[in-house]
């Protein structure tokens, strides 16, 4: 059974940095683009950010130079460091996983597998 579990998710302050980890079970991990998405209220899914095995990345405009994605294969482990976080990244945030498409599968529609999802506030 396949499991996919954020955490480190919380209120900061703009400008302030967090720290979202994920790790998954019950799958081959290092198989699997990883990546976080995120739902803000009223907005619809998007994706934010994705890794391939090889470390290629892809990044959603709005992130690109604040926010930082890695893997730890031999942990099963997936990283978000978020620095000069905005009231706009305010969000649930899903970690998830995606089997096909390689790093251009990094959209809701390829998805494969969810986490339950962790809440980043960012107060102004």
């Known amino acids: 059974q396949v499991q996919v579990v954020e955490s480190g998710g919380g209120l900061v302050q703009a400008g302030g940095s967090l720290r979202l980890s994920c790790t998954a079970s019950g799958l081959t991990f290092d198989a699997y683009v990883m990546g976080w998405f995120r739902q803000a209220p009223g907005k619809e899914r998007e994706a934010v950010s994705c890794i391939n095995w090889s470390g290629s990345k892809y990044y959603e405009d709005s992130v690109k130079g604040r926010f930082t994605i890695s893997r730890d294969n031999a942990k099963n482990t997936l990283y978000l460091q978020m620095n000069d976080v905005k009231p706009e990244d305010t969000a649930m945030y899903y970690c998830?996983?995606?089997?096909?498409?390689?790093?251009?599968?990094?959209?809701?529609?390829?998805?494969?597998?969810w986490g339950q999802g962790t809440q980043v506030t960012v107060s102004s």
């Open positions: 998830v996983a995606i089997s096909r498409g390689g790093i251009y599968g990094c959209r809701t529609d390829f998805v494969d597998y």
